[in-house]
C-alpha cells in the first residue's frame, strides 16, 4: 500500500522558517517524482516544489523560489522541504504528493507532468504563518 505521511506543520511568525517531511512506503522511491502543494482556503490548489529523486532534478513555484529548498534522502525514503523566509501568504495546508515515472519519461517532463496528476497524496500538514 502506498503513503505518504506528512510532518513538520505549525504555526511561525513571518521570516521564519520551517521544514516539512513526507515518508513514503510502499512503492519504489527512485522511480517518483515527489513534493508538495498546498491549499489556502478559497484559492486553487498549487504544485509548490517536486524533486525527481533518481537524479534530483528539481521544480519551483515561482512564489517560493529563493526561499524553498527540496530535498530527498533516498535511503530514508523521505522528502523535505525547507522554507524559509516565510510570508503569510504561505499560510496554507500542504500536501505531499507523488507521481510514477512512465517509460521513457525524462526528469523534466516528470516535473512537468507531476503538476498536473500527481498518483498518490499524503493527508495535509497545516502551515500558518502570523503576520
Known amino acids: 500500500e502506498v503513503q505518504l505521511v506528512e510532518s513538520g506543520g505549525g504555526l511561525v511568525q513571518a521570516g521564519g522558517s520551517l521544514r516539512l517531511s513526507c515518508a513514503a512506503s510502499?512503492?519504489?522511491?527512485?522511480?517518483?517524482?515527489i513534493g508538495w502543494f498546498r491549499q489556502a482556503p478559497g484559492k486553487e490548489r498549487e504544485g509548490v516544489s517536486c524533486i525527481s529523486s533518481s537524479d534530483g532534478s528539481t521544480y519551483y513555484a515561482d512564489s517560493v523560489k529563493g526561499r524553498f529548498t527540496i530535498s530527498s534522502d533516498n535511503a530514508k525514503n523521505t522528502v523535505y522541504l525547507q522554507m524559509n523566509s516565510l510570508k503569510p501568504e504561505d499560510t496554507a495546508v500542504y500536501y505531499c504528493a507523488a507521481l510514477k515515472r512512465s517509460a521513457g519519461v525524462s526528469s523534466q517532463l516528470l516535473l512537468r507532468l507531476w503538476q498536473f496528476h500527481p498518483n498518490y497524496w499524503g493527508q495535509g500538514t497545516q502551515v500558518t504563518v502570523s503576520s
Open positions: 510502499g512503492f519504489t522511491f527512485d522511480d517518483y517524482g
